[in-house]
């Protein structure tokens, strides 16, 4: 078991940054690929970014490129989402999750966190 929590939500404005931090305890957080997906209201929840093991290979969803960040700290069982130039659209939960390989698939995903609320204001 891997247990997930996520912090670092809050209300920003339009243009603004955030970084989301996922802290994760249990078994070797080193052994998991980590990824951040988020869910807006009324809409599926979606993939944002991954990062494999040794955090050498990242991944993103096409609209986060440029502006969002995935890294991670083994030594801390941490993985972050930093994020700028954030828009209105970016508005959702964002999740933290875990998988035995970084991916891009939802499914793939065994561990979950409660989710943290991103809430950009125009």
């Known amino acids: 078991q891997v247990q997930l929590v996520e912090s670092g939500g809050g209300l920003v404005q339009a243009g603004g940054s955030l970084r989301l931090s996922c802290a994760a305890s249990?078994?070797?957080?080193?052994?998991?690929?980590m990824g951040w997906f988020r869910q807006a209201p009324g809409k599926e929840r979606e993939f944002v970014a991954a990062?494999?093991?040794?955090?050498?290979?990242?991944y993103y969803a096409e609209s986060m490129k440029g502006r969002f960040t995935i890294s991670r700290d083994n030594a801390r069982n941490t993985v972050f989402l930093q994020m700028n130039s954030l828009k209105p659209e970016d508005t959702a939960v964002y999740y933290c999750?875990?998988?035995?390989?970084?991916?891009?698939?939802?499914?793939?995903?065994?561990?979950w966190g409660q989710g943290t609320q991103v809430t950009v204001s125009s």
């Open positions: 999750a875990a998988s035995f390989g970084a991916t891009t698939m939802e499914r793939a995903y065994d561990y």
């Open positions: 249990g078994r070797t957080f080193r052994g998991y690929g």
């Open positions: 990062i494999n093991r040794s955090g050498y290979s990242t």
